[in-house]
């Protein structure tokens, strides 16, 4: 097979690793994060989807260097073109990504290239070896995973005009996004002027994106994305059976009362993994043969334990949505937008394995050398 030709990077060039040496600092996010990682092993895991191209005409970025481009876009919540931009004028993120000083970024239409590419050759199951490939480093540098695991869920509003889009459908012409549905975003108990107590629902139009994350590392490990009216419950197991193949340590999984469904709690059970599935109030309010197996429940420390870790999903998700924009879709379609949800986790994990490895934290404002 002919060896596949690339643009030269300059990276090793006086313009390259000498420049860098001088300007950016030791303890930058970005120099930190490059050399935490093997990057080539990602090239060698994309390399079968570039088969064929660079042969002849203009020669194709590493794919490396087109993922580390995505992942400042992510990181830094950047349009694609903004990413552009903001590579050439950021010495520190041109040195991440792997560009010498005098050389210009990928333009933001050789990135949605990329990311075709990506879909058409690799469809999601490349994305879910990305995400699986951040998981076997952070174990193979000794991170330490706990064993409990939270599920929950987060929605992302479809990038739609509702309003446009009832009267495009009056027109008979579609949907703007034919995946996006309408899902339930809060539900909530609230007192009337008369002081009565009823039941409030918030809606939302777009997508969900179904999270395990593990409660002592911070990583996410297992993702799944579905239009909003999906019922979470339904997509549990399937995320613990990832986990599991991973080879984490699973002693018990939290989630809140949405998933309290029979099938996820005997999941667990013929799994041996303990429950922390917040229990319905009508579970312990319900006269039937199976009371007594709930209220056993609620008293084991595994079960008590697990609900107090929740909070640390419901906190990733908060920074999922202030800082990396996961609070609105991108781009159009369920397949698209879960190309976003995986590289917002991408991000999210990246930032936390730099945090545990070298203590240098991620600033949320893209920052300069300075």
């Known amino acids: 097979m002919e060896k596949q030709r690339y643009v030269e990077s300059g990276e090793n060039s006086f313009y390259g690793k000498y420049l860098y040496?001088?300007?950016?600092?030791e303890?930058?996010?970005?120099?930190?994060?490059?050399?935490?990682?093997?990057?080539?092993?990602?090239?060698?895991k994309l390399i079968r989807l570039y088969?064929?191209?660079g042969v002849v005409g203009r020669p194709p970025f590493d794919p490396a260097l087109m993922l580390k481009t995505e992942l400042i876009a992510f990181l830094y919540n950047l349009s694609e073109r903004q990413a552009e931009a903001y590579i050439?004028?950021?010495?520190?993120a041109k040195y991440f990504v792997g560009l010498a000083v005098n050389q210009k970024a990928p333009d933001h239409s050789t990135l949605t290239v990329f990311r075709e590419r990506l879909l058409q050759r690799g469809k999601l199951k490349v994305f879910e070896e990305m995400l699986?490939?951040?998981?076997?480093?952070?174990?193979?540098?000794?991170?330490?995973?706990?064993?409990?695991?939270?599920?929950?869920?987060?929605?992302?509003v479809a990038k739609v005009n509702t309003a446009k889009d009832k009267g495009r459908q009056k027109q008979d012409k579609g949907p703007h996004d034919p995946d996006a549905q309408w899902g339930v975003k809060h539900q909530r108990k609230v007192k009337t002027e008369e002081g009565e107590e009823i039941s409030q629902t918030e809606y939302f139009y777009g997508y969900k994106t179904h999270v395990s994350l593990n409660a002592e590392s911070g990583l996410i490990t297992s993702l799944e994305v579905t239009s909003g009216e999906a019922?979470?419950?339904h997509h549990f197991c399937e995320l613990i059976e990832h986990d599991l193949e991973q080879k984490l340590p699973l002693e018990t999984?939290?989630?809140?009362?949405?998933?309290?469904?029979?099938?996820?709690?005997?999941?667990l059970a013929q799994h041996g993994l303990h429950s922390a599935i917040r229990l319905k109030d009508m579970r312990l309010r319900k006269k039937d043969q199976n009371k007594e197996v709930w209220i056993e429940l609620v008293q084991r420390p595994q079960y008590r334990q697990g609900l107090k870790e929740r909070y640390k999903i419901e906190r990733k998700f908060g920074e999922a949505k202030q800082w990396h924009g996961l609070g609105r879709c991108r781009y159009l379609g369920k397949v698209k937008f879960a190309v976003q949800a995986f590289f917002t986790a991408m991000a999210l994990n990246l930032k936390r394995l730099v945090k545990l490895l070298t203590g240098v934290g991620f600033k949320t404002q893209p920052a300069s050398a300075a």
């Open 21 to 25: 040496d001088q300007i950016v600092p």
């Open 88 to 92: 050439n004028e950021n010495l520190p």
């Open 253 to 267: 999984v939290a989630a809140d009362k949405g998933y309290d469904d029979g099938d996820n709690h005997y999941y």
């Open 27 to 44: 303890n930058h996010f970005l120099r930190m994060l490059n050399e935490l990682i093997d990057w080539k092993r990602y090239t060698r």
């Open 51 to 53: 088969k064929g191209e």
């Open 231 to 233: 019922y979470d419950g």
């Open 132 to 156: 699986a490939e951040i998981i076997q480093i952070a174990q193979q540098k000794g991170v330490q995973f706990g064993s409990i695991q939270i599920v929950d869920s987060v929605h992302s």
